[in-house]
C-alpha cells in the first residue's frame, strides 16, 4: 500500500480502532503436546474474540525474513518496512526522550560478558538491573573522542544508547554484536563509503568501553546495533487521518510511536496499568496503539511457560478492551519468538481483525494452526492490516468514479 495513493481516500470519522500488539507473539510446537505457546494458553476471550473476527497469519516483510521489532511495527502502523527503514538506534533515543538533532549519530548498545579470550558467554550481561546500567553508562560518559560530542544513555536493564554528535557522520556501519554466543563481539564496519570516518570514531568508542569496562562483571564489555540519523516521515495523522496514541512501557516502542507522530501515553509495561491508561484516554484518541513485551523476552529467554502465563494474562484484559465498543480491535505480534529458538523467527504471525462489518470465518481458537483457516489467509502482508482497519472504522472514501 503507497501512502501517496492511500492520503486522497482518507475520510474523518469518530470511530475508534485498537491495534493490541503482542510481542514475539509466533512460536513453534513443543514436543509434549505438539502446541505452540499461543495453542498451549488458557485464552477463553482470546479465542472468544477470534470467534467474532477474520483472521490470518500475517508476513511482517517478506517470505523467509526475521524481521526486527522496528520493521515489524512498522508494517503494523502502515509502513512498508522496506521503504521506510530505521536503525534501532534512533528508535532507543526517541523512546527515552533524548533530543537528537540532524547532526547525531546513534546507535542501540547492549551491556554483554565476555570471556578471558574475549569471546561473548551472555550477550545481555545476565540482564542487569538498570540501576547497574546507570552506573556503567557514568563510566562510559568518561569517554573523549576528538572531533565529536558523545553522550551515553541508560534505556532500561542491559540496554543503553549511544549517540555521537558531529559533521558529516554516518549510519552506514554494520552491528558490532554476532547475534550468537561464543564468538567475539565484531569490528564495526563501513556497509558504504561514506563511513569510513564514523567508523574510526566507533571503533575508537569501542576501545575504549572495553579498557574501561574490563574489571566489571558481569558486563564487561559492549556491542553496538541500529546504527542510525533520525529520518523525515509522513505522521500517522498525515498518512492516515488519525489522531494516535501510544501505550507502551519499554522505550524502542515508545520511540518508534514517537517517531510517527503518536502521542505517547504515561503507563509502565503492566498490561493491567496500560489498560488502566487507555480507559483513562478513551475520549482523547482515535488509534490506539497497545503494547506487551514479555512475550518476546520470554520467548528469547526460551521460556514456553512463562509465555503461556504471560498470553494467559493478556487474555484476562479482552473484556475490559470489548467494554469500550470499540469500531475496530486488531490482535497481533510485530513478529514471532518462538521459545524452541530464543530468538525472532521468519514465521508468520497470528492476526485477528475484528468489527461489525467483517466477514466472519470459521476460526473458533486463537492460534497458529487456526488461523491457517482464516479468510485474512496464510501470509498476507502486516501493512494491509491498517488500510484494513481504516475501511472498517469507515475512515475510507471509494476508489474512482
Given at each position: 500500500m ?7 481516500l482518507?475520510?474523518?470519522n469518530t470511530?475508534?480502532i485498537i491495534?493490541?500488539?503482542?510481542d ?7 514436543e509434549?503436546?505438539n502446541k505452540t505457546?499461543l495453542e498451549a ?5 482470546l479465542d472468544?474474540?477470534a470467534?467474532?473476527?477474520?483472521c490470518?497469519?500475517?508476513?511482517p516483510?517478506?517470505p523467509?525474513i526475521t524481521?526486527?521489532s522496528g ?9 512498508d518496512?522496506i521503504r521506510y527503514?530505521i536503525g ?8 527515552i526522550?533524548?533530543?537528537?538533532t540532524?547532526?547525531?549519530?546513534a546507535?542501540?548498545g ?5 570471556d ?8 545481555r550481561?545476565?540482564?542487569?538491573s ?5 552506573e ?5 560518559r568518561?569517554?573523549k573522542?576528538?572531533g565529536?560530542?558523545v553522550f551515553?544513555e541508560?534505556?532500561k536493564?542491559h540496554r ?7 559533521a558529516?557522520?554516518?549510519s552506514?556501519i554494520a552491528?558490532?554484536d554476532?547475534?550468537?554466543i561464543?564468538?567475539a563481539p ?5 556497509t558504504?563509503q561514506d563511513a569510513a570516518e564514523?567508523?574510526l ?9 572495553h579498557?574501561r569496562l574490563?574489571d566489571q562483571?558481569p558486563?564487561?564489555m559492549?556491542t553496538?546495533?541500529?546504527?542510525s540519523?533520525k529520518?523525515?516521515?509522513p505522521s500517522m495523522?498525515e498518512a ?7 501505550i507502551?512501557?519499554?522505550?524502542m516502542?515508545r ?6 507522530g503518536m502521542?505517547?501515553?504515561?503507563t509502565?509495561?503492566?498490561i ?5 491508561t487507555?480507559e483513562q484516554?478513551w475520549?482523547?484518541?482515535d ?5 506487551v ?7 528469547e529467554?526460551g521460556?514456553?511457560?512463562?509465555k503461556?502465563k504471560?498470553?494467559?494474562?493478556v487474555d484476562t484484559?479482552i473484556?475490559?478492551i470489548?467494554?469500550?465498543?470499540p469500531?475496530?480491535?486488531i490482535v497481533?505480534g ?6 524452541h ?8 504471525v497470528p492476526?485477528m481483525?475484528y468489527?461489525?462489518?467483517c466477514r466472519k ?7 497458529e494452526r487456526?488461523c ?10 502486516a ?7 481504516l ?7 471509494k476508489?474512482?468514479a
Open positions: 503507497d501512502l501517496e495513493f492511500l492520503q486522497p482518507i475520510k474523518q470511530t475508534k491495534l493490541l500488539v503482542m514475539g507473539l509466533g512460536g513453534l510446537p513443543r509434549t503436546d505457546e494458553a488458557s485464552s477463553p476471550h472468544a474474540l470467534k467474532d473476527s477474520i490470518g497469519l500475517q508476513q516483510v517478506l523467509g524481521p526486527g520493521p515489524g511495527h512498522l508494517s503494523l502502523f502502515g509502513y518496512p527503514q534501532r538506534g534512533v528508535l532507543e533515543g526517541l523512546g526522550n533524548f533530543d537528537l540532524e547532526n547525531d549519530l546507535a542501540r547492549n551491556f554483554c560478558t565476555i578471558a579470550q574475549g569471546k561473548i558467554t551472555d550477550r550481561a545476565g540482564r542487569i538498570t540501576e547497574t546500567n546507570q556503567l553508562c557514568a563510566i562510559l568518561e569517554i573522542i576528538p565529536v560530542e551515553v541508560t534505556v536493564q543503553f544508547l549511544l549517540v555521537m554528535r558531529g558529516n557522520l554516518s552506514h552491528d558490532t554476532p547475534q550468537e561464543g564468538k565484531l569490528s564495526p564496519e563501513a558504504h564514523s567508523v570514531l566507533v571503533s575508537q568508542f569501542l576501545d575504549e568501553a579498557r574490563q562483571h558486563a564487561n559492549v553496538l546495533r541500529g546504527f540519523k529520518p523525515n516521515w495523522k492516515f487521518g488519525l489522531h494516535c496514541a501510544a507502551a512501557g519499554y522505550p516502542y520511540g518508534v510511536s514517537t517517531l510517527l502521542d505517547v501515553l504515561e509502565t509495561a503492566d493491567h496499568q496500560e489498560i488502566d487507555l484516554h475520549d482523547d484518541y488509534f490506539f496503539y497497545v503494547h513485551k514479555q512475550t518476546d523476552s520470554s520467548g529467554d521460556d514456553f511457560e512463562r503461556v504471560v498470553i494467559e494474562d484484559v473484556p475490559r470489548r467494554a469500550l465498543n469500531d475496530v480491535i497481533s510485530d513478529h514471532s519468538t518462538p521459545a529458538l530464543k530468538y525472532h523467527s521468519w514465521h508468520p492476526t481483525l468489527s461489525q462489518y470465518d470459521a476460526v473458533e481458537q486463537f492460534g487456526a491457517l483457516q482464516g479468510a485474512l489467509g496464510t501470509r498476507f502482508p501493512m494491509d492490516l491498517l488500510p484494513l482497519a475501511a472498517n472504522a469507515k475512515r475510507l472514501e476508489f474512482g
